[in-house]
């Protein structure tokens, strides 16, 4: 009888620990706070404030040949700039979050 209490006892020890340890790790958020800029003719970029995780810019723009066209920026983490070269004007422009 001893024994199954002391296993008892031993497994509810093993669970608190692992909650406490699946509790105390990080949170992870997407990137918030995001902005998107256009410079001149020739770029536009993104920058992400806030979260964990990394954005990238995408557009969809009129070269200047009159042809549509889409572009994607690097993958950057928060607190860093996603930039896409463009020869054109823009449509449109997105972020993507991972």
Known sequence: MKKSRTAALSAAALLTAGLLVGIASPAHA???GCTAETWRTD???SY???GTGEHQIAVSYL????ERMETRGAWAPVGQ?????INGTV???WI???
């Open 43 to 45: 770029r536009v970029s």
């Open 63 to 66: 070269h200047r040949n009159g």
């Open 81 to 85: 700039t996603s930039y896409a070269g």
């Open 96 to 98: 993507n979050k991972r």
């Open 30 to 32: 997407l990137p918030e």
């Open 48 to 50: 992400c404030q806030s």
């Open 91 to 93: 449509l449109l422009w």
